[in-house]
T-cell receptor, first 111, second 112 residues
Framework: DTGVSQDPRHKITKRGQNVTFRCDPI?????LYWYRQTLGQGPEFLTY????????KSRLLSDRFSAERPKGSFSTLEIQRTEQGDSAMYLC?????????FGPGTRLLVL | QKEVEQNSGPLSVPEGAIASLNCTYS??????FFWYRQYSGKSPELIMS????GDKEDGRFTAQLNKASQYVSLLIRDSQPSDSATYLC????????????FGKGTHLIIQP
């Protein structure tokens, strides 16, 4: 049973650049979530997919953020025109029912 | 605003003792409650889930839920140095929302 995987694990970018992260959920899980975590804080919910449908988006998800899950399997999270405040750990989680299992995260640093 | 509150700590407990971690939440309709452990630089790892009032035990861990008081706790018996981590309380606030609301976490230190 492979867990949730995320790629890349680390990303350094310059302010204003676009970045894209990928998440591969546990194979039988139809629900996929994105969270953002900054130092000293708990994860903050960003968005949620059930299969390919994006069912919920947080107010935290500004217009510069977009997420897709085109075939109901892997998902991508894109941040356009990155800002220094976007520096954080981006976590993906998947679930079959209630319990969410997290991937290792992508640590983003915006210079 | 829907919130989950935890004491950030650090909470220092001697090895072999019981560590008690507490969490309160603001949304009375919340239905699902989770404890995650997070080591520094790593992602959250599920410890326990609890959905009904009362206690739920899994090995050295016991989760306790009191919906009337909007309170959930985690007890760790026979604490080990490897239990030193940040413990995150997470709540599914309900109302159709499926994203979890997390507290800031309690930093637990087990002293050998």
């Amino acid at each position: 049973d492979t867990g949730v995987s995320q790629d890349p694990r680390h990303k350094i970018t310059k302010r204003g650049q676009n970045v894209t992260f990928r998440c591969d959920p546990i194979s039988e899980h139809n629900r996929l979530y994105w969270y953002r975590q900054t130092l000293g804080q708990g994860p903050e919910f960003l968005t949620y997919f059930q299969n390919e449908a994006q069912l919920e988006k947080s107010r935290l998800l500004s217009d510069r953020f977009s997420a897709e899950r085109p075939k109901g399997s892997f998902s991508t999270l894109e941040i356009q025109r990155t800002e220094q405040g976007d520096s954080a750990m981006y976590l993906c989680a998947s679930s079959h029912q209630e319990t969410q299992y997290f991937g290792p995260g992508t640590r983003l640093l915006v210079l | 605003q829907k919130e989950v509150e935890q004491n950030s700590g650090p909470l220092s407990v001697p090895e072999g003792a019981i560590a008690s971690l507490n969490c309160t939440y603001s949304d009375r309709v919340s239905q699902s409650f989770f404890w995650y452990r997070q080591y520094s630089g790593k992602s959250p790892e599920l410890i326990m889930s609890i959905y009904s009032n009362g206690d739920k035990e899994d090995g050295r861990f016991t989760a306790q839920l009191n919906k009337a008081s909007q309170y959930v706790s985690l007890l760790i018996r026979d604490s080990q140095p490897s239990d030193s981590a940040t413990y995150l309380c997470a709540v599914n606030m309900g109302g159709g929302a499926d994203g979890l609301t997390f507290g800031k976490g309690t930093h637990l230190i087990i002293q050998p």
